[in-house]
């Protein structure tokens, strides 16, 4: 599934949307701001700035390799009755 250049500012506010309700889910679930016993996870050490922007990086490749992966046109291939099937994987490529 390929969007087209209309989809993609509704994919992105349903993302942003979907990962700050996630996170408010969580601020309620664990009681807040103030209660870090909960919190299990690394810390930055750099600033809000930097970890935004490597978080951002780092998910960019994500996504990128993923989507790469599941809409790449040489990893299905079609049978006589037209449905899908994943061709198995290929140590080699054969010529």
């Avoid at 016993?37 to 922007?53: I, K, L, N």
């Avoid at 790469?68 to 994987?89: H, L």
């Amino acid at each position: 599934m390929h969007l087209c250049a209309a989809q993609v500012p509704s994919y992105a506010v349903a993302q942003v949307l979907g990962s700050t309700l996630a996170s408010l889910t969580l601020r309620v679930v664990f009681g807040g701001a103030t209660a870090r016993e909960h919190f299990f996870g690394t810390a930055p050490s750099g600033s809000d700035a930097q970890a935004v922007a490597l978080e951002f990086l780092i998910s960019f490749y994500l996504m990128f390799v993923v989507s790469g992966v599941a809409t790449d046109n040489r990893a299905v291939i079609t049978t006589d009755d037209t449905s899908p099937s994943i061709r198995p994987f290929q140590f080699a490529r054969q010529s």
